[in-house]
C-alpha cells in the first residue's frame, strides 16, 4: 500500500524517511533561482511547504512552519510527521488524505485549535508544494452564519430551514426504528389584528410569549420552530400512536389561547393546529408539511382554535378547490360568465319594480355552476372584485335596455368593499351605460358591515349620494342584522328565504316575517320576501304586510333574452301574483 501510496504522491520513497529537516540547498546560503522563489514563499501569507522528488521537504516557508508550530508540530517537518499530524486532524487514512489532497477540494485538517486547509499542486520537476491555509476564523464566522441563517431571530427558534434538517434527521431515523414522529403547523388566529392596530412591537412581543409557551410544552427531542409571520411548528419526536400527537395539539390550542399581558393589555388570540403523522401521511418533509397545511386549513374552516389531522380526502378536496381556482381565473376573459335576472314584484300595485342580477358560471366541462360553489371560493383567493367588476358593467348595460323604472339589483360581496375601487366601478358603470342611479340597487350581507365598519359605512353613504340604492339582503340570517339596520338607513329589506320556507312548518316563521315587515314600515324601508314559491306561501306575506316579493313563483332567474321577451310580453305570466 505505502509504495502505490508513494506513486500517488509521485514524491514519497517507501519506506518514508524520518526524520530529513529541511536540509536542501534551498535553505542554504548559496542560494539559487529556486532557493530564491523558494525565500519569496515566505513573503506569501499562505504556508508553501516544498516536498522534493525524493520525499523530503525541501523547504518550509516561514508562515508554514509558524503555522505548523502552532498546530502543535513540534520539530522540524517531515513527511511523515506531517502525515502523522493530517491523520489525526482527519481521522482519515494515509489513502484517503492523499487522495483529498490530489482533489479539488484540498484537505480540512483540525490542528489544535486550529483549522487548516491544505491543497497539493505539483511543481513540474521539483515536486510538490504543500499550501497551507489557517482558516480558523473564516470556518468559525462560517458556522455563525450557518447557525444563524437557521435561526428566527426574532423568537430564537429554529427557522424553515433548521426545521427542515430536523425534520429530514427525524426522517431518516424512521427507517432505523418503529416510532414515527409527528407535525404540528400552528397558525395564530386573530394575530393580523393586533399586529395592525397595537403595533409591531406588541406582535413582536406577542409571537415572543407565544415561542416561550410552545417551547416550555415540548419534551427534549422535540423541536419548536417558527416558519412564517404567525406560524408555527412543533415537530414530536418518537411518537408511536395518534394519541400522543392528538394530546399535544391539544394543549397547543389550549396553551396558546390563553390570554396574554403584554405591556398592560390583556390579548387573546388563538391557536389552529393541522397535524400530519410519519410515516403514516408522509415519509419526507414535504409531504409532511403538505399534509399538515391541509389539516391546518380544514382546522381554519371548521372555526378555528381548533386542531385537525390530516386526511387523504383532504387532498382530493384541495386538489378540486385548485382546478376551480384555474379555471376560474381564465373564465373572466373566455367570457364564461353570465348574469340571470330575478324579477322582483310590488304586491300594492302588481307590477315588476326591477330584477336582481345573479351571477352563472357557462364552464365549458362543468355546464351552468351555481354561484354558491364558485362565488365563496372566488372571495377567498380575491378573484370577486374583478368579477363583481364585470356584474356591476354587465347588470347596468342590461338594465339600461329594460323599460323605465325597472330597476337592476347587483349581490356586492365585502371583498369588494375592501378593494377601494367601488364607488368608482359604480360611477364609470352608470356613466358608461347611461343607466340611472336611481335604478341601481346594490344588496350586501352582514358581512359587509362586520369589516370596517367605518370605512364601509361612508362607501355606502358615497353610494346613496350617488343616488344608488342599497338593500340589505339575506336579513335575518346573521347574528346582529337588527343592529346593522340602525347603522345604515338602508333601503331595503329582504327577507331570507329560510323565513318564507319556515312559513308553514314552524309557527314562529310566520311571526318572525310579521316582525320583519312591520319594523320596515316603521323605518321607512321596503320589505321584499325572498324565495316564494307556493301561493298559499304569497298569500300570507301579503297579509303581513311585505311591500315586495321575489321568488320561483313569480319567476325563476332568467337569461336576459328571456328576460327581455317577458317584458315585452303583452301578458306576462304573473298569475300567481295575482291570485
Ligand atoms: P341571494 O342574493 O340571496 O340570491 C337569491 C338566491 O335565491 C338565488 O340563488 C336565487 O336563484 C334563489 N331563489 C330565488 N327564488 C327562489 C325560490 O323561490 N326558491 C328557491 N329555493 N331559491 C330561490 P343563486 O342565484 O343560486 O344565488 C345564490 C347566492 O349567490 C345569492 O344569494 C348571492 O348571495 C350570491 N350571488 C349571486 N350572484 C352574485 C353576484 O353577482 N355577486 C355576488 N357577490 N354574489 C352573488
Ligand atoms: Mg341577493
Ligand atoms: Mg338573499
Request: glycine share 8%; charged share 25%.
Amino acid at each position: 500500500m505505502t509504495a502505490s501510496l508513494s506513486a500517488a504522491l509521485r514524491v514519497m520513497p517507501d519506506p518514508l524517511p524520518d526524520p530529513s529537516p529541511c536540509s536542501g540547498p534551498v535553505c542554504g546560503p548559496d542560494a539559487t533561482a529556486p532557493q530564491r522563489l523558494a525565500r519569496g514563499l515566505d513573503a506569501v501569507r499562505h504556508g508553501v511547504l516544498l516536498v522534493d522528488p525524493d520525499g523530503r521537504v525541501a523547504h518550509g516557508s516561514a508562515p508554514a512552519l509558524a503555522l505548523l508550530r502552532r498546530s502543535g508540530l513540534s520539530g522540524a517537518p517531515t513527511v511523515r510527521r506531517l502525515l502523522r499530524l493530517a491523520r489525526a486532524g482527519t481521522g482519515l487514512g494515509a489513502w484517503e488524505i492523499v487522495a483529498r489532497l490530489r482533489g479539488p477540494l484540498g484537505l480540512d485538517v483540525a490542528l489544535d485549535g486550529h483549522r487548516v486547509q491544505v491543497e497539493m499542486h505539483s511543481v513540474p520537476g521539483e515536486g510538490v508544494a504543500l499550501v497551507l491555509e489557517d482558516v480558523s476564523a473564516r470556518r468559525a464566522a462560517e458556522s455563525r452564519a450557518h447557525d444563524l441563517a437557521r435561526l428566527d431571530p426574532l423568537t430564537g427558534l429554529p427557522n424553515r430551514l433548521k426545521l427542515r434538517e430536523h425534520l429530514d434527521a427525524a426522517l431518516a431515523r424512521l427507517e432505523h426504528n418503529a416510532e414515527g414522529c409527528a407535525v404540528l403547523l400552528v397558525d395564530l388566529d386573530r394575530f393580523k389584528p393586533v399586529n395592525d392596530t397595537l403595533g409591531h412591537p406588541v406582535g413582536d412581543a406577542l409571537l415572543q410569549k407565544v415561542a416561550d409557551r410552545l417551547r416550555a410544552m415540548v419534551r427534549a427531542g422535540d423541536t419548536v420552530a417558527r416558519i412564517g409571520g404567525d406560524e408555527f411548528v412543533v415537530l414530536q419526536a418518537g411518537v408511536s400512536t395518534p394519541g400522543e400527537a392528538q394530546a399535544l395539539a391539544r394543549r397547543v390550542v389550549d396553551l396558546v389561547g390563553r390570554t396574554y399581558m403584554i405591556e398592560g393589555q390583556l390579548l387573546s388570540i388563538g391557536a389552529s393546529v393541522g397535524v400530519a403523522l410519519a410515516p403514516a401521511d408522509g415519509q419526507d418533509a414535504d409531504r409532511l408539511l403538505k399534509n399538515a397545511d391541509l389539516a391546518l386549513y380544514r382546522a381554519k374552516l371548521d372555526g378555528r382554535s381548533t386542531f385537525r389531522f390530516f386526511e387523504p380526502a383532504m387532498d382530493a378536496r384541495m386538489q378540486a378547490r385548485r382546478r376551480l381556482e384555474l379555471d376560474m381565473r381564465q373564465a373572466l376573459a373566455r367570457r364564461e360568465f353570465e348574469l340571470h335576472y330575478q324579477p322582483q314584484l310590488n304586491l300594492a300595485d302588481e307590477r315588476l319594480v326591477g330584477c336582481e342580477a345573479l351571477i352563472r358560471w357557462r364552464h365549458p366541462e362543468r355546464g351552468l355552476v351555481s354561484p354558491l360553489d364558485f362565488i365563496p371560493l372566488a372571495e377567498e383567493i380575491g378573484l370577486i372584485v374583478p368579477i363583481g367588476e364585470w356584474v356591476i358593467r354587465q347588470a347596468c348595460r342590461d338594465a339600461a335596455g329594460w323599460p323605465q323604472p325597472l330597476a337592476v339589483a347587483v349581490n356586492v360581496s365585502p371583498a369588494q368593499f375592501k378593494s377601494d375601487r367601488l364607488v368608482e366601478t359604480i360611477v364609470s358603470a352608470l356613466a358608461n351605460t347611461g343607466l340611472p342611479a336611481a335604478r341601481l340597487e346594490i344588496e350586501i350581507t352582514e358581512g359587509v358591515l362586520l369589516q370596517d365598519n367605518e370605512k364601509t359605512l361612508h362607501t355606502l353613504h358615497r353610494l346613496r349620494d350617488l343616488g344608488v340604492r342599497v338593500s340589505m339582503d339575506d336579513f335575518g340570517t346573521g347574528y346582529s342584522s337588527l343592529s346593522y339596520l340602525r347603522a345604515f338607513p338602508f333601503d331595503k329589506i329582504k327577507i331570507d328565504r329560510s323565513f318564507v320556507a319556515d312559513m308553514e312548518a314552524k309557527a314562529d316563521g310566520e311571526a318572525i316575517i310579521r316582525a320583519i315587515a312591520g319594523l320596515g314600515r316603521s323605518l321607512g324601508m321596503t320589505t321584499v320576501a325572498e324565495g316564494v314559491e307556493t301561493a298559499e306561501q304569497l298569500r300570507r306575506i301579503r297579509a303581513e304586510g311585505c311591500t315586495d316579493v321575489q321568488g320561483y313563483l313569480i319567476s325563476k332567474p332568467l337569461a336576459s333574452d328571456d328576460l327581455l321577451r317577458l317584458l315585452g310580453a303583452p301578458d306576462a305570466p304573473f298569475s300567481g301574483a295575482r291570485a
